[in-house]
């Protein structure tokens, strides 16, 4: 998950609950725009609630993409955000927010390996 590579927070909605729901919406928004465009099967529940439960359920865990900049090692942002820009572009969807969160981390990325 790209919010806790760039806030150093653990995976779950506290502290930072409130201010980051917005921006887990509008990208998960964007991933179903782009998933739909490309014609890819979507689960038929609610993907923000199920992204929400599983920050619920992992709360107090560290995502891979944070362990990844704590150990300077580069992360999976290209093949998540990375991912549903390049295909957003193809079908000239807008995904602001994944662009946003990869250039990111990309930026902590590269601060990290700097020291």
Do not use: Y
């Not at 506290?14 to 509008?26: F, K, N, S, V, Y």
């Not at 609630?49 to 290209?78: C, F, P, Y």
């Amino acid at each position: 998950r790209p919010p806790p590579a760039i806030t150093r927070l653990r995976n779950g909605p506290r502290p930072a609950g409130a201010a980051l729901r917005g921006l887990m919406q509008r990208g998960v928004e964007e991933v179903v725009d782009v998933a739909r465009a490309e014609r890819a099967p979507l689960p038929d529940d609610d993907l923000l609630a199920r992204a929400r439960r599983v920050a619920e359920l992992t709360a107090t865990n560290k995502s891979s993409m944070l362990q990844d900049i704590e150990r300077g090692r580069s992360t999976e942002i290209d093949a998540i955000c990375g991912e549903v820009v390049q295909r957003g572009l193809r079908h000239a969807i807008d995904t602001p927010v994944n662009l946003t969160l990869r250039a990111m981390v990309k930026g902590v990325e590269e601060s990290t390996r700097r020291g």
